[in-house]
């Protein structure tokens, strides 16, 4: 069994990883290296040269060894230096640990997802290992920080942890103790699988690390084999250690943690009992996520999922999103934990008092599970619109002369009256395909985030996840005529204001910017501290809503000076998107919730639209105020008439995550993750185009005369398309 005190964090900077384990590393011809030269020594001092390497600082150490810092003395080349301790060189089986990480990763190939190692040695007795110096994070410390990750974030370091176990599994490698402090989140989003101490070769069986029946692993990650015996494990049984780490991913915690304190406790659980239903922890994971899970956890090996080249495709297909930020985010919080278990928060003070309303879970159980009614249910909130709703009225510039009376409790559509689920819009409609854009934008050099057209179709904005601001003339696209760096984090959304010609942008890093769309001069710059995901002019007003990762809308008031921010609404999960209507009678968000919230200002009523199975990507209303338009993770994006809120027939696309209604407000474009971009006629049900972008499509935007379209996508792409639509 692992030792909890056999910690060797190899992780540069202020974050010193705090492992219970060894970092794995590439071994250079040490096979056969001479156990019996091992020596006493002393700990090595900053200046000190070991063989070719001068030691800069000691990065962390334990029972297995001390890490340093270290610089290649010939090459300039820092790495992690890691040298077996004192106490295990007077232990064989310590020694013989050390060794056999030597001989596991001396097979292994330099990989993305597998810590990389440069040189093994002995020298004077000393033996040590130099492996790359990582600059991030072990997901156990990152869990500990952030709490549960969103689905998204899980499934995509899942999918790279699979494609490093994949790795080892090609040169015969069972890594044996996969676990969250034995993977590695860097700051640039890739995942590293570390730690070889515990590998077991294959074809090297005879020669064991420990007497047979000795238990080795880690308890709550261990797989129901690999307690009978530890020797006779392969790969499957990293499978179900890493679906175990994907289950702490979720839900903040190792899985059988209800169980009594203790390790025959839970090793019992991982042998007999049913696996913990993560849908019992939290509600926004999707059915396809639940089933990759139960199939990495199955207790017989012979029935597990075993592909896992084929694990990480499907996982990529669920997630979407940037792991930097996650590190990102990471770094800039405070260090104490948070709470485990996600859980929705009830609304702000102000929000709550005001608006009497009841949360989602009260008004879900109005309505029985097994009832028969719609999926894409209408629920209409009660009690009083008080301080929070007078806000919104007094954004969009409604008055109302009973801004504290009762709203009626009836719904403009009844429950009972509403059809059964409508089937999805034909697939195989006509349509027009185009596969060639007039114009490739260059000027990004990471994700482009969003895009504007700005008072012609020739002219255009855009954003990065690097925080640039380009500025495009469609005559001369090949580079822009302003690359601006307007914040150090990702900018989420931006807008384009006719009247004044300015732009906002919002960002990751709290800012809030309002920019000439003439050269991107900065004209005025709230810092919020939150981080943005969406914001909305208010038509008609110096005014601007915004969304963010807390779960909140919020208000900013440009024509006071100073700049006046009000919460108008919030709901715990992170907010993705907000919408303002043309018209200004209507209001819509949404986020990790399977909900669309919608406030219509003339009646002041406030409803949530339930139907979406996953979280909520984007929102947009029809420029007339007719239709809201909602992009669900499960591949629908819903249509809902307005102002009842009913659903009208669905579009279906893989992984929706942006969606634009055209100037004439009966169509709607929707691009995601499949590289296509579709417009379908939501009156008609009728799909009449389909652009064949080429890459994941995050954003887009159309111009006033509705002939061009632009594209933002990943790798700096930002193309625009001429459209022939009658």
């Known amino acids: 069994m692992t030792s909890q005190n056999d910690q060797d964090p190899s992780v540069q900077g202020s974050e010193r990883a705090d492992s219970d384990t060894t970092h794995a590393v590439k071994q250079e011809g040490l096979v056969g290296t001479d156990r019996s030269n091992s020596r006493q020594w002393e700990p090595l001092k900053v200046g000190e040269v070991l063989g070719r390497y001068e030691i800069i600082e000691r990065l962390d150490g334990g029972g297995m060894g001390v890490v340093y810092r270290a610089r290649h003395t010939a090459l300039g080349k820092f790495v992690a230096l890691k040298v077996v301790s004192t106490r295990n060189q007077a232990s064989p089986q310590g020694m013989d640990r050390f060794f056999r990480e030597m001989q596991a990763v001396g097979r292994l190939d330099p990989h993305p997802n597998v810590l990389n190692a440069y040189d093994a040695g002995d020298e004077a007795g000393i033996q040590y290992i130099a492996t790359e110096l990582i600059d991030g994070i072990q997901l156990a410390n990152l869990i500990s920080r952030t709490g549960p990750l969103s689905v998204s974030e899980a499934c995509k370091i899942v999918a790279q942890a699979a494609l490093g176990l994949d790795h080892l599994r090609k040169h ?7 676990k969250p402090s034995n993977l590695m989140l860097t700051r ?24 047979a029946g000795e238990t080795m692993g880690s308890i709550d990650y261990m797989a129901p084999e690999q307690w009978r015996d530890c020797h006779a494990v392969d790969y499957r049984s990293d499978v179900y250690s890493l679906g175990c780490t994907f ?11 209800d169980h009594p304190k203790g ?33 990495m956890v199955v207790k017989d090996p012979s029935q597990r999922l075993s592909d896992l080249v084929s694990l990480s495709k499907k996982l990529n297909v669920i997630a979407s999103g940037d792991l930097r930020g996650l590190v990102q985010r990471c770094f800039l ?20 008092a005001s608006m009497n309303a009841p949360t989602r879970a009260e008004s879900e159980g109005k309505i029985p599970a097994n009832s028969g009614k719609s999926k894409a249910a209408l629920f209409r909130r009660n009690g009083r619109i008080g301080l929070a709703i007078v806000c919104l009225i007094g954004v969009v510039g409604f008055g109302v002369s009973r801004l504290g009376d009762d709203v009626e409790s009836q719904s403009k559509l009844p429950l009972a009256a509403q059809d059964d689920s409508p089937k999805l819009l ?13 114009a490739v934008c260059i000027g990004h050099q990471t994700k482009v985030t969003d895009v504007v057209f ?24 090949s580079q822009p005529l302003q690359a601006i760096k307007v914040a150090e984090r990702a900018a989420t959304a931006i807008a384009y204001d006719l009247a004044t010609h300015t732009l906002a942008i919002v960002s990751e890093d709290g800012l809030l910017q309002i920019r000439s769309a003439q050269d991107g001069a900065l004209l005025q710059k709230e810092s919020l501290g939150i981080g943005f995901t969406g914001m909305a002019f208010v038509p008609g007003k110096d005014t601007i809503l915004t969304s963010d990762w807390n779960g ?27 919408e303002v209507a043309a018209t200004g009678t209507f209001m819509a968000w949404a986020g990790r919730e399977p909900i669309v919230s919608l406030f219509d200002v003339g009646q002041q009523t406030a409803m949530d639209l339930l139907g979406h199975k996953q979280w909520v990507y984007e929102v947009a209303i029809s420029p007339d105020g007719e239709f809201l338009a909602s992009a669900g993770h499960e591949g629908i994006v819903r249509i809902w008439q307005l102002p009842s809120g009913k659903p009208l027939t669905p579009i279906e696309h893989v992984v929706p995550q942006t969606i634009c209604f055209f100037p004439d407000s009966h169509r709607l474009a929707v691009g995601g993750r499949d590289s296509v971009v579709q417009v379908w006629d939501v009156r008609s049900h009728q799909r009449i185009q389909r652009i064949a972008v080429g890459n994941p499509v995050n954003a887009l935007a159309l111009s006033a005369n509705s002939k061009r379209m632009a594209t933002a996508a990943d790798e700096g792409m930002l193309k625009v398309w001429n459209l022939s639509l009658k």
């Open 172 to 178: 015969n490698l069972v890594h044996r103790d996969v």
């Open 188 to 211: 640039d989003g890739m995942v590293k699988v570390v730690d070889m101490g515990l590998a077991l070769l294959r074809d090297e069986q005879a020669e064991q690390l420990t007497l």
């Open 247 to 257: 289950y702490c991913l979720l839900a903040g915690h190792a899985p059988f943690r």
């Open 263 to 295: 390790s025959v406790s839970r090793m019992r659980a991982h042998l007999q009992s049913d696996f913990p239903d993560i849908r019992k922890t939290r509600g926004d994971v999707p059915g396809d996520a639940i089933e990759l899970l139960a199939a």
């Open 333 to 352: 919080q405070d260090p104490s934990p948070p709470s485990r278990v996600p859980s929705p928060k009830p609304l702000s003070m102000l929000s709550a």
């Open 426 to 438: 034909d697939a195989n409609a006509s349509m027009k395909l185009l596969s060639e854009p007039i």
């Open 454 to 477: 700005l008072d012609s179709e020739n002219r255009v904005a855009s954003i990065s996840d690097d925080g640039v601001l380009c500025l495009f003339d469609l005559n001369r696209p």
């Open 552 to 578: 909140e809308i919020r208000r900013f008031d440009l024509s006071e000076n100073p700049v006046k921010n009000s919460l108008i609404f919030s709901r715990g999960d992170p907010l993705f998107d907000v």
